[in-house]
């Protein structure tokens, strides 16, 4: 059973966002709006152990991919996630205080072109629980980064979201063979 020190631990919670996980969204995955409860139960048991909480935002202007010469994420999965609208805003069912850290992202990895790493040096983090969605796409991305940076990351395996159930056990097998650890949300323990 893993265990995670509340001091040196945060659980990051990856694009739980109205365009993703309610079914009004313009990416909307039911798994995504089920991995809610398990995503909101991580975080309550974090905040009671004194863990810190981050959460990420996909959020992208109309004009980002405008002068795209290979990256354009509007021609892989449509506009989605535009700054400023309801699809963007972190979905009403988290419970986000002013103690929690929420990163504003523009790619699938939460660390490239953000302060996330700087923020979690600053307050003496090393670990990551991480949850969320899409488990192949944001979460997997954003844990190989902080695998590469020397973070502990480590997948929640029952509270991350997806398209197709394949996606998502090959997330988790790739995440645990390469570059990090997974577990499910019964077995984290804070001490």
Known sequence: MPTFDPERT???????????????GSLYAPASEE????????????????????????VHTEAQFEDAHYYDEFERWGEHVVEGTWDAQLHD??????????????T????????????????????????????NVCVLHT??????????PVLVEDAVGY???AHREYALDHADWLFGEVTDLAAVDFD
Do not use: M
């Open 10 to 24: 945060a659980v990051v919670v990856v694009d739980v966002q109205n365009g993703f996980c309610h079914p009004e």
């Open 35 to 58: 991995a809610l409860d398990p995503v909101t139960d991580l975080v309550s048991r974090a905040r009671d152990a004194g863990a810190s909480v981050v959460y990420t935002r996909d």
């Open 93 to 106: 069912r988290l419970d986000v205080r002013d103690a929690d850290h929420v990163v504003e992202k523009h």
């Open 108 to 135: 699938y990895d939460a660390f490239y072109q953000t302060e996330l790493a700087g923020w979690l040096d600053a307050h003496g983090i090393d670990d990551l629980l991480l949850c969320g969605t899409l488990a």
């Open 143 to 152: 844990a190989s980064s902080a695998g590469l940076r020397d973070y502990r």
């Open 163 to 165: 398209i197709e159930e």
